[in-house]
């Protein structure tokens, strides 16, 4: 059995120059049509199974994977359901519980309206650089970002302590739109929950969008049981099968990371390493492959990498 899964976050049909590359719902469509060439698309519930029973056959699926919760990923259930095909919707839940707007979705906006040469002086003028050290591997993690970008988002997502991060593009952030407002925009709400455990569809993509290695283990307990709490509570989902590591790196998320995650009772887990898991990947189900949509057959890259 080989297994591709695709990931995907923002999807609209308005480009912004800066900050976020999404893709349009016709360029959706076009990849779902491209992927059905190669692969037969796979539900996480039929994944779960197979994982759960090690029932594993000789052909190639695809899992499609959308992260962070964001509503117009409606759109895109729209076109799964035309379409007959399954996906799976990973929602980040501080956002919605608390309408607030994670950082790095503020970070997002923000360089939709400023240059990245703004916000890396703001900071600087707050904070001193010199003593940072950036990874060896800085360039795998970002893989589609210039040098000065790929270090302002190391910066931001993993060298800067949580608290700091936050406060200063919580000051960026807040001079430009308001987060209750723009936090019910952006992200879904408890009825789009609901229908997405519904049918099957639903995964967590943990509390406050935070990098799972960067935290105690403590703290990553919490940051899953506090989105499980919100999950089963307030929206009343049916078991929540599986889950998606924010950033997904290995900056992001470690054996370490699997093994508490797996005390929850997921069936498998989501990172951002890059490639096709095959049988033995699934010895170690917490800690899966994945592939950014651009990658993927019929995305913005034309690679045929992944075309079996």
Request: aromatic letters at 10%; glycine letters at 4%.
């Amino acid at each position: 059995m080989r297994l591709l899964s695709v990931n995907y976050h923002y999807i609209r049909d308005e480009k912004p120059k800066n900050g976020i590359y999404p893709i349009t719902l016709k360029e959706l469509s076009y990849q779902i049509d491209e992927l059905s060439k190669y692969y037969s698309f796979i539900s996480q519930v039929e994944l779960a199974k197979r994982i759960d029973n090690s029932d594993f056959d000789n052909k190639n699926y695809c899992l499609l994977t959308f992260d962070d919760g964001l509503k117009e990923q409606m759109g895109a259930l729209e076109i799964l359901n035309k379409k007959g095909i399954p996906g799976v919707f990973y929602v980040t839940t501080d956002s919605i519980r608390n309408k607030k707007v994670a950082s790095v979705h503020q970070l997002h906006h923000i360089r939709t309206l400023l240059s990245d040469e703004e916000i890396y002086s703001f900071i600087s003028s707050k904070v001193d650089l010199s003593s940072i050290k950036y990874p060896d591997n800085i360039e795998s993690l970002y893989r589609y970002d210039s040098s000065e970008i790929k270090k302002l988002k190391y910066l931001l997502n993993f060298a800067m302590k949580t608290e700091k991060k936050d406060k200063l593009i919580g000051e960026l952030f807040n001079n430009i739109s308001s987060l209750k407002e723009f936090s019910e925009k952006l992200y879904m709400n408890k009825n789009n929950i609901k229908d997405l455990s519904q049918m099957g569809y639903l995964g967590t993509h943990t509390d406050a969008h935070l990098p799972l290695e960067t935290l105690s283990n403590s703290n990553v307990r919490r940051e899953i049981k506090n989105s499980l709490d919100f999950l089963y509570n307030d929206c009343q989902t049916k078991p929540i099968l599986s889950i998606s590591y924010p950033y997904g790196g290995n900056k992001a998320v470690s054996e370490r990371v699997a093994n508490i995650s797996s005390e929850f009772g997921f069936s498998f887990g989501l990172t951002m390493s890059r490639g096709i898991n095959e049988n033995k990947d699934f010895n170690h189900p917490l800690m899966l492959k994945r592939i950014d949509t651009n990658d993927a057959p019929g995305g913005k890259f034309k690679s045929r990498e992944y075309c079996l």
